[in-house]
């Protein structure tokens, strides 16, 4: 989305700068800054200012500002009070520009690999832009929506919660037309305190929706179905396995762990060969087909963008070590459900020996001991060997070892009869483990 700078400074209360800068883009990172963006510094664990410099040094244009003096004149600036508000701000105005189906994705579990598909599906059809990752907070949201095109007609923000009221923000800033409610898990609840708190956050994306909006609600999930009653759209669609407005039933996983399965949906019935891998990602993808339904895809192009969808890094990847071994590697998250779910997946596949080579699962409050003694004790009943890297938690019965070296050794030389899932929390990094295989073939 382009802008000049007479316009980035009308947004932020400052219309006396000039009208002949082009901004083509906006981003707080400095290393990542392309010619001509709005570098705009955030203040966390390190001032954003302090990479200004770097930041027209790799092409910026201009920059925002809380300090009172300019860090770099070699390019314009703009003063404001809080350079995050400001963000918020630039999204707002950005989604007043755009003329398209916003959808807003949230949930407990599945709402990156939900985005992801939606992006497939509604992309044979129309120009669709959605955010980059799990780009999904109050940085991310505006990012998303200053990064769309102008001739983007559906535009997916996945939202993440922190707190009751996260969501609400996020869709002041959204403004979703669309909304998409996956499940809610008893995750984060270090955070949220409870299951129902849970429920409380993320329904609140129901609740933003205008009148002549769409809400798509996980019918296998009670406490998701049940956000209807708090939505003042006109229209709900549900989906779910064997029930639903959207349905997908008869799902055969193949030796490559991607499904097919019958989807019935409103506009009709059709087979589905999914190009992702896991069972679990038939939900998935039924609630990425209800948005193509709500936007009006075609049949034939929902199945066709699900037949070949690129999911965000780490997320039920699965490839072949040189010597033959299955990897996969889902390390970019985890709580008990979606550990639950890649069990399931490693379970399925063809193979002599199985291991699970396991991270801590962050922010579980109160339930952290039993929730990991859970996973380890759900795979340890299926046959699999459990490897718990820096994890206590997961208790007796599972080999502990403390670093991704320690994980290499321990799986030993790895042929073409075993197969390895890789999953963990983000903090636990397990996405170089799965890297470190596939290179080297796990050779100790």
């Not at 690999?113 to 832009?129: L, Q």
């Not at 072949?320 to 390390?331: E, F, L, M, Q």
């Not at 490897?387 to 042929?415: K, N």
Request: negative net charge; glycine residues 10%; proline residues 4%.
């Amino acid at each position: 989305m382009r802008w000049s700078l007479q316009e980035i400074g009308s947004v932020l209360s400052d219309p006396h700068l000039p009208a002949d800068i082009s901004i083509t883009g906006v981003s707080i990172d400095s290393r990542a800054i392309t010619p001509g963006q709005l570098f705009v510094p955030i203040i966390a664990e390190r001032d954003g200012h302090e990479f200004v410099s770097a930041a027209i040094d790799n092409g910026a244009a201009a920059y925002l500002r809380s300090q009172d003096q300019p860090i770099d004149d070699r390019v314009p600036s703009i003063l404001v009070a809080d350079t995050s508000m400001a963000l918020l701000e630039l999204g707002r105005a950005a989604r007043n520009r755009l003329h398209a189906h916003v959808v807003g994705v949230t949930g407990s579990v599945g709402k990156t690999s939900v985005k992801d598909m939606i992006r497939a599906v509604t992309s044979t059809h129309v120009v669709t832009h959605a955010n980059t990752a799990s780009f999904n907070n109050e940085l991310g949201v505006p990012l998303t929506l200053l990064e769309a095109p102008e001739d983007a007609r559906v535009v997916v923000v996945e939202m993440g919660a922190r707190n009751v009221g996260h969501i609400e923000l996020l869709c002041g800033i959204a403004r979703p037309m669309i909304g998409v409610i996956t499940r809610v898990a008893a995750v984060h609840t270090e955070i949220f305190g409870s299951i129902e708190q849970v429920a409380q956050a993320k329904g609140e994306l129901a609740e933003a929706l205008p009148a002549e909006g769409t809400l798509v609600l996980n019918a296998d999930d009670p406490l998701v179905l049940a956000m209807a009653r708090r939505s003042g759209t006109h229209r709900t669609l549900s989906y779910g396995a064997e029930t639903g407005d959207v349905r997908f039933s008869n799902v055969v996983v193949g030796d490559d762990l991607k499904p097919s399965f019958d989807l019935t949906t409103p506009i009709g019935t059709a087979s589905v060969q999914l190009g992702v891998a896991g069972a679990h990602m038939a939900q998935n993808a039924a609630a990425a087909a209800a948005v193509g339904v709500a936007v009006g895809v075609p049949l034939d192009r929902i199945v066709q963008g699900l037949s070949a969808p690129t999911l965000s890094p780490h997320r039920m990847d699965v490839q072949r070590t040189a010597a033959g071994a299955v990897i996969i590697n889902d390390a970019y998250n985890a709580n008990p459900t979606s550990m639950a779910a890649a069990i399931d997946a490693l379970v399925s596949l063809a193979a002599d020996r199985r291991v699970a080579v396991l991270g801590v699962m962050g922010e579980l409050g109160e339930t952290e001991a039993e929730d990991h003694r859970g996973v380890a004790q759900l795979a340890i009943a299926a046959g699999i060997d459990v490897i718990a890297v820096d994890a206590p938690m997961y208790g007796d019965g599972v080999e502990h070892v403390d670093s991704i070296d320690s994980a290499v050794h321990a799986l030993g030389d790895l042929g073409h009869t075993d197969a390895v899932l890789v999953k963990g929390s983000r903090v636990a990094g397990l996405e170089r483990l799965a890297e470190r295989l596939l290179v080297d073939g796990a050779s100790s």
